[in-house]
């Protein structure tokens, strides 16, 4: 299985250039400062367990437009760290699997939180190579990008995956009572 | 000429020899004071101390090679009765050989945690946009320990480095734990009205000092706290 990550592709496929997919992902990304952002940031947060759910079935069946709501949501901060915290042992495989593909299907601009959310997973699964290079794709779409710096932080000072998935852990309650209540 | 150097060598090298054979472990061992050695290892501070070779050496001692059989003849005692003089032999007397257990070592490991704290701010409740909010972290600028491990005293002393990530795609690095108003060391001011996730990373790293020589110990400590922060608009209203 190790060996398998190691020689897993992350680099982006056609349907990342696609004009009329990049006009969709582009339809639900969240303006910064709109009155109904929460509104945004709920039906983002929604997508992304109904996303998994969809991915459990049907695997990259998933459909275009909740794949590209997704990815156009996560360009919200709390949204990302909602998706960050989604995950557990027992769906660890399935959102492994739905990031990956996410992170491929991203269009420019859109790679940098897909890209740390995938990262985290290869992280917290010790598959270090494979979550430095997921970061390195972020840094190309989005150089300043907050979470990836701090990420490289964190992987490059080792610390135990185990204390990441706590943090994580910790982190989604607070996330989901803020998107949420 | 030659076989007189050697005579008069015999008990030189019957010295060496003594030496080499008495002399405590130690003294083939890597670490003839003391090894210590601090490093980090699952989030924690781990100090280890070791004395002697390393590991527990066994040696046998030389076998001493039974002499050449020896036969005593005793002249038969003079009796009334003559009796057949009896040629006595003696088994040859052969040093079993000792195994002789040198364990002269000494190791122990320590564990030590590191401070950690929740992330504190102020207003507590509902900040308001564009308005400081003030940060801080209630954990010592400076952590020292001494430890006294198989009878070495070792001190570690660990200093904090925070990352703040206020939840906005902001951002700070900063060596200070930031205090309470007036205080205002550590703020961020959030321009848009939400609840922010705050991720503090703490990494501790530093030296310890063995002996009067003060090394870096290696690897470092992260530590993370999560905050929530609500912050809300703060309408400007003009009144008479």
């Given at each position: 299985m190790r060996t398998e990550k190691e020689a897993l592709s992350i680099t982006s496929t056609a349907q990342a250039t696609d004009a009329k997919f990049i006009a969709l992902v582009s339809s639900f990304a969240v303006i910064e400062g709109s009155p109904d952002i929460n509104d945004r940031q709920q039906e983002g947060a929604t997508a992304v367990i109904d996303l998994a759910g969809e991915f459990e079935k049907f695997a990259d069946s998933a459909s275009p437009e909740n794949i590209a709501k997704v990815l156009g949501r996560l360009s919200d901060i709390q949204v990302r760290d909602f998706a960050l915290g989604s995950h557990n042992a027992a769906s660890f495989e399935n959102y492994w699997g739905m990031w990956r593909y996410l992170l491929q299907v991203a269009p420019v601009g859109y790679v940098a939180p897909v890209a740390c959310l995938f990262a985290s997973l290869a992280y917290e699964c010790g598959d270090i190579p494979l979550a430095y290079r997921a970061l390195d794709r972020a840094t190309l779409d989005q150089p300043a990008y907050s979470l990836t710096i701090l990420l490289r932080r964190v992987f490059g000072s080792g610390w135990p995956a185990a204390a990441f998935a706590a943090m994580r852990t910790e982190l989604h309650p607070k996330v989901s009572s803020g998107i949420f209540d | 000429m030659g076989a007189l150097i050697v005579a008069r060598m015999k008990p030189l090298i019957a010295l060496i020899l003594i030496a080499v054979f008495t002399t405590p472990a130690s003294a083939f061992a890597d670490c003839s004071d003391a090894c210590v050695d601090v490093y980090t290892k699952d989030n924690q501070i781990i100090i280890e101390a070791h004395k002697g070779s390393g590991s527990t050496t066994t040696r046998k001692a030389p076998v001493v090679q039974p002499s050449p059989t020896a036969t005593l003849w005793f002249p038969p005692k003079p009796?009334?009765?003559p009796r057949p003089y009896v040629k006595r032999s003696y088994k040859p007397r052969s040093a079993k050989a000792k195994s002789v257990t040198q364990s002269a070592n000494l190791s122990d490991r320590l564990t030590k945690l590191v401070p950690s704290a929740g992330i504190a701010f102020q207003p507590e409740f509902e900040a308001l946009t564009n308005v400081p909010v003030i940060f801080w972290i209630d954990v010592p600028q400076f952590f020292q320990s001494r430890v006294n491990i198989i009878g070495e005293i070792v001190d570690v002393a660990l200093r904090p480095g925070f990352i703040w990530s206020?939840?906005?795609?902001s951002m700070w690095a900063t060596t200070h734990t930031g205090a309470p108003y007036?205080?205002?060391?550590i703020t961020h001011t959030y321009s848009k009205p939400g609840t922010y996730a705050v991720l503090l990373l703490t990494t501790w790293n530093g030296s310890f000092t063995h002996n009067g020589a003060v090394r870096a110990v290696t690897g470092e400590i992260v530590n993370s706290s999560v905050a929530t922060v609500t912050v809300v608009s703060a309408p400007t209203r003009f009144t008479k």
């Open positions: - | 009796s009334p009765t206020f939840g906005d795609h007036p205080n205002q060391t």
